[in-house]
């Protein structure tokens, strides 16, 4: 054996000279999650192995391509989400200080649903985008992709897709208040069209509407002599955040459409 031999080397070239295969296909072998060294899964094909380490393929293993996911994720209060936006935009706008949502995406804060097992891979975590944010004092349902086609659809029907949320509210609402609240407030300067709002508790109203705007429902219960304590977002179109804990995100199943 050369001393060239004997460095270490990296782990596509390794896997493709052990299973006569292409370094492409040894490239999605590893990314995909089927490689393991020595006992432990590595998904870097540049990773550099010893001649003394055992590489091994996992059976039926495919050399394929890892398609771009989706996830939910249950946003807390305080968390900053979204992409950056000047004021009045459709996207809420940054908070300074803020921590951003994205880093309670990891593998330990996936919460377990029904459906098909998925593999958690570390490709899951990198280039994802939520086109669903929510204000940095809300909490609830985002969604974040790395899936073009996905984030093309959510932009497009972001408007056209009900929403749903549960306002916590504090005061005393005004004579024809709620009647108020689902028709005859205006916004922006703007009327605003009919919105389904009901009570769910004393202190708690439902509101399911479309199209909306940043600061709108806060501005809407001011207008009827209450006031926003909190809101969580519980539903987008057909994707319902459920019994998400906070905090913990989940793939988005294969069959959910939103």
């Known amino acids: 054996m050369t001393e060239e031999e004997k460095d270490p080397i990296r782990l596509s070239r390794r ?27 590595v998904e870097q094909p540049g990773a550099r ?44 706008s940054r908070s300074r200080g803020a921590p951003d949502a994205l880093a309670l995406i990891h593998p330990d804060s996936r919460h377990a649903e029904g459906g098909p097992p998925v593999r958690v891979l570390q490709r899951h975590f990198r280039q994802l985008v939520c086109h669903t944010p ?54 922006n300067g703007r009327a605003l069209p009919p919105i389904k709002v009901s009570w769910q508790s004393e202190q708690r109203l439902r509101f399911a509407l479309k199209g909306i705007r940043p600061g709108q429902v806060p501005a809407m219960c001011e207008a009827v002599g209450l006031r926003v304590t909190a809101l969580r977002r519980i539903r987008i179109g057909r994707v319902a955040l459920a019994k998400l804990p906070e905090g913990q995100w989940r793939y988005l199943l294969p069959w959910e459409r939103f």
């Open 15 to 41: 896997l493709a000279e052990q299973q006569q295969c292409s370094r492409r296909e040894a490239e999605l072998y590893i990314e995909g999650g089927c490689v393991s060294v020595d006992g432990q899964v």
């Open 49 to 92: 192995v010893a001649p003394h380490q055992q590489v091994v393929l996992a059976p039926h293993a495919r050399a394929e391509e890892v398609p771009p996911i989706t996830l939910v994720l249950h946003k807390p209060a305080g968390y900053e989400s979204g992409l950056g936006a000047a004021p009045g935009d459709a996207h809420a």
């Open 134 to 187: 929510l204000p940095t004092e809300a909490s609830g349902l985002v969604v974040y992709t790395q899936d073009r086609r996905m984030a093309r659809r959510l932009v497009e029907d972001i408007e056209t897709l009900e929403q749903e949320c549960i306002v916590q509210v504090e005061g005393q609402i005004a004579e024809g208040g709620l009647q108020r609240l689902c028709h005859g407030l205006s916004f």
